[in-house]
């Protein structure tokens, strides 16, 4: 990395956010790092100013997160609802199929263990008032948790001589926690796998999260890559084993996208976990229930209080936005019907085209969701959905890339992360809790917002 601020002041006080030198030795420091494409290291992106949030907005965000989780978990494990819902969907999409393929493997009932995390943005609602209004549930790889804690303890620090306060974020601690605790009601004995993706830049966060099951939890843990596990991985009395040591816990931070299946070797790994005893977080089950389609059907109240109750049904109906698949009939706030598409074509800018796809830059807007849609035939059309474009305010912040400070007009997008275990699919949950968050700011330019892209960046709640 060359970054020019060895000799450069600590203190640049004409500014009034941290200074650029701080944040970034706190960042280097406490590891909020990636690789960058030609495999060196560089800090991970991060505001310098932290976000001053209308706090109902950021409270029912939190709470939101546990009644997801649990939702999910019971949607995960109705087959009837699953299969008939994602019917065409499968037939369209080569990857809903596979993952059907994997869920047919099970052996048998088995725990759960979830490390999600709710992704929610502060809308603008029609009577003035912000209201979180979900994006998406991670059901799946759910990252920079560990990232996030650090740039929360590195806005505490360089504000350590103000009255500033800001919410708690130990993410990262929470995450291992979860998982070792859920391990260990289980009363495994084997290795946690974490499955990674081939030369994936984002490798620090989740070598903390390794660093902690083994050191504070006493686990131990190994690293492979879906190849790997599939052409090394086998089952002995219906466990699994790879490099001789039984898996008791797979946990993925792979395999949430088809480029993460690089030959069937790939997918015999998820074979073998599916058919074994082990623990897969989250399962081919699990996965299924995250699709953008099953969000699509899950956005009212009536399809919601199938899984919960009337009142958190109601609850959570009030943070969906209008969804439609393409080749559906959409009422519009004007009252006319016309298919999801037509409107979404007259409307491009109220809208997102989502294809069933996981790990951001997948996404069409504008002009771009007008090209997409203008091609498509009907099959295809089953592969996508549409989604209310979310709006919020604008405010000011300071983002550090690179080490430089660019201020920029801002959205935000805040998840908390929660952790939740069932011993088995109808038992209640033994633990769901929401602990820690990630807030991702973007640039207003920004419809999507990577923060390996420089164009999102972790930041801090401020009190
Ligand atoms: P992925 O599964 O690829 O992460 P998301 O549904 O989270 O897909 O969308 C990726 C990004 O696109 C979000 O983080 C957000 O910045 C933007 N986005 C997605 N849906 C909306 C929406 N309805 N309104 C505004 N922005 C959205
Ligand atoms: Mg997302």
């Not at 800090?43 to 932290?50: I, R």
């Not at 978990?73 to 699953?82: K, Y």
């Not at 490798?203 to 131990?220: A, Y």
């Not at 209310?388 to 890339?401: A, G, Y």
């Amino acid at each position: 990395m060359t970054l020019n601020l060895v000799r450069m002041p600590l203190k640049m006080n004409e500014l009034n956010h941290h200074s650029p030198k701080e944040a970034l030795e706190f960042l280097l420091a406490h590891g909020a790092v990636r690789y960058t494409d030609t495999g060196q290291v560089t800090h991970l992106p991060c505001s310098l100013t932290p976000w001053k949030p209308d706090l109902g907005f950021v409270t029912e965000t939190e709470e939101l997160t546990t009644l997801y989780t649990e939702m999910y978990h019971r949607v995960a494990q109705d087959d009837d609802f699953l299969h008939t819902e994602l019917e065409k969907a499968r037939q369209a999409d080569e990857f809903i199929e596979r993952l059907f393929q994997a869920k047919s493997k099970e052996s048998g009932p088995k725990p759960s263990i979830y490390l999600n995390r709710n992704d929610c943005m502060p809308a603008n609602l029609s009577d003035g008032s912000i209201w979180p209004k979900q994006v998406e549930m991670n059901l799946m790889a759910s990252a920079l948790g560990e990232a996030s804690s650090v740039v929360y303890r590195m806005h505490r620090f360089l504000s350590q001589h103000t009255e500033r306060r800001f919410k708690e974020n130990y993410a990262g601690r929470g995450l291992a926690r979860g998982l070792a605790e859920a391990y260990k009601a289980m009363n495994a004995t084997g290795i946690i796998l974490l499955l990674i993706p081939v030369g994936e830049v984002s490798v620090f966060d989740q070598r903390i999260t390794e660093t902690r099951l083994v050191e504070e939890h006493g686990l131990k843990t190994m690293r492979a890559s879906l190849e790997e596990l599939g052409e090394q991985g086998e089952i002995r009395a219906g466990d699994l084993y790879f490099c001789g040591h039984q898996v008791s816990v797979a946990y993925f931070r792979t395999g949430y996208s088809p480029r993460h299946y690089l030959s069937e070797a790939a997918w015999n790994a998820r074979n073998l976990i599916e058919e074994s005893t082990a623990v897969s977080v989250p399962s081919a089950r699990t996965q299924l229930a995250n699709t953008k389609l099953i969000q699509l059907v899950l956005s009212t109240e009536e399809v919601l209080s199938k899984f919960v109750s009337a009142e958190v049904a109601a609850r959570l109906a009030r943070s969906c936005v209008a969804f439609t698949k393409l080749d559906a009939p959409f009422t519009g706030i004007d009252g006319t019907t016309e298919l999801g598409r037509d409107h979404a074509l007259k409307n491009p800018d109220d809208w997102v085209l989502k294809p069933h796809r996981e790990g951001g830059g997948n996404n069409f807007f504008g002009q771009e969701l007008i090209r997409e849609l203008e091609h498509m035939n009907a099959r295809q059309s089953e592969a996508f959905i549409l989604m209310e474009k979310i709006r919020q305010p604008v405010f000011d912040s300071v983002r550090m890339v690179e080490g430089q400070a660019i201020p920029c007009r801002c959205f935000t997008e805040l998840g908390f992360f929660g952790t939740a275990f069932y011993e088995a699919p109808d038992a209640q949950a033994r633990e769901n809790i929401a602990n820690g968050y990630l807030l991702r700011t973007k640039d207003e330019s920004m419809d999507e917002g990577l923060v390996l892209g420089g164009f999102s960046f972790l930041d801090t709640i401020q009190l």
